[in-house]
Nanobody, 126 residues
């Protein structure tokens, strides 16, 4: 069974950090582009970051540039998203997704074959 599972979410104070992880079972993540998206209450899902199949390039939404870092660990079959200098407006459910449309300097977009994880909640609050 093909499955994506996110982990690492939680409650953190403004300025704090979290590391989200996306783990795959049933397939290898290095065969596809991977993206992270988020959806806040009452808002549309937005692309946050993505990484190419080879890991040779990454892309970030303007709102998270310089604060979030995406990376691959092919040995573990995971893609992580390091969240730093968190702000209350980063509060959302974060989803990882496969086979996203990922170009440099553009926020990722879902593609026709995109598969989603179930999401992990990130809450930034004092």
């Amino acid at each position: 069974q093909l499955k994506l599972v996110e982990s690492g979410g939680g409650l953190v104070q403004p300025g704090g950090s979290l590391r989200l992880s996306c783990a795959a079972s049933g397939f290898t993540l290095d065969d596809v582009t991977i993206g992270w998206f988020r959806q806040a209450p009452g808002k549309e899902r937005e692309g946050v970051s993505c990484i190419s199949r080879s890991g040779s390039y990454t892309s970030y939404a303007d709102s998270v540039k310089g604060r979030f870092t995406i990376s691959r660990d092919n040995a573990k079959n995971t893609v992580d998203l390091q969240l730093s200098i968190l702000k209350p407006e980063d509060t959302a459910v974060y989803f990882c997704a496969t086979a996203v449309i990922c170009f440099r300097d553009l926020s990722p977009k879902p593609g026709p074959s995109t598969r989603w994880g179930q999401g992990t909640q990130v809450t930034v609050s004092s």
